[in-house]
């Protein structure tokens, strides 16, 4: 009897790339993780289909305030570099730094991490990054997802995606009261943080330099230098906030840097101009602007050249809130002050040069 041509030999979910069990077993791994960062306010075990959580009642008038993102073409350097821990604690930090800009305190984390092909030691490596980064914002890691889509994402390259939760009392959000006047403090960052990664990735290429190569600018090797962590700007702005009632807004510096952060923040007809020569640029932002022969306005837009940060704040309240900053460890410079925008002119306007 001849063959049936409609009829294929069998077939399993793993012969299509898919390996339910290595994930099962990939999700006990990490398991341990999330536990660590348990708070009180955590409901629920890890793997439900929802993650339950109970805000203090400390609050008594709370507003909920979310962000999400991603860590972006920053998980190239990794692939290359086959380092992974460093971008779980990126992804959380982008994301409590930004609902820090509001006023509130991150409450909890969940990830997204979707991969062609499971593997599970790089899965705990970054797992075990983001839980730490939780563990030291004092938000839990309440749960995620893990997708195995072989054919969307090439063999073991991954996309990591995630959000958290904070809280805030009403009265206490951010901003508040901004108005010509005003002055801008800077925090420094630590380097790239989370952006402009496909421009920095360009010059490495032009370079001709290889990730593992002596780094030109630090100790170490290039890709180590470019893997630098976002810094964690959440318990020293949440504590010149709750500590000197000086703060009106504050600014996350991202993704189109100053020109585009800075305005998120202010009113309509309030501008800010910005003495850009008082920012100590780090090395790496240095050697990429000259490598590149990128100009002072396309590192301003890409970049966060040294300033992951800004505080606006009452004139009188300066000295107070900068003290409470450098307190908590961080490096703060006077940037400027808020003044009345020209129409039809750049909300934010430059004095000085860049020092690159």
Known sequence: MAPDPTKTDA??????????????RTK?????????????????????FGGL?????TYLDPVLVSSVDGVGT?????FEMNVHHTVGADLVNHCVNDIAVQGAAPLFFMDYLATGKLEPEVTEKIIEGLAEACKHNGCALIGGETAEMPGLYKGGDYDLAGFSVGAVERDALLPRGVAAGDVVLGLASSGLHSN????????????????????????????????????????????????????KALAHITGGGFPDNIPRVLPKNVGARIDISRIAVPPVFQWLARTGGIAEKE?????????????VVEARAADKVAAILKREGESIVHLGELVVATK??????????LNV
Request: hydrophobic share 40%; aromatic share 10%.
């Open 196 to 247: 402009g990664y496909s421009l920095a990735r360009k010059v490495v290429e032009q370079s001709g330099l290889k990730w593992e190569a002596p780094c030109p600018f630090a100790s170490m090797t290039l890709g180590e230098a470019m893997l630098a962590p976002t810094r964690i700007y959440v318990r020293s702005c949440l504590a010149a906030i709750r500590e000197t009632g000086g703060v």
């Open 299 to 311: 590192m301003l837009r890409t970049f966060n050249c040294g300033i992951g940060m800004i505080f």
């Open 11 to 24: 077939v399993t979910y793993a012969d299509a790339g898919v390996n339910i069990d290595r994930a099962n």
């Open 53 to 57: 959580f109970s805000i203090a009642k």
């Open 28 to 48: 006990q791994r990490i398991k341990y993780l999330a536990h660590k960062t348990f708070t009180k306010g955590v409901l629920s075990e890890i793997g439900g």
């Open 344 to 353: 039809g002119k750049p909300r934010v306007t430059y004095t000085g040069r």
């Open 74 to 78: 920053k998980l190239k350097v990794a």
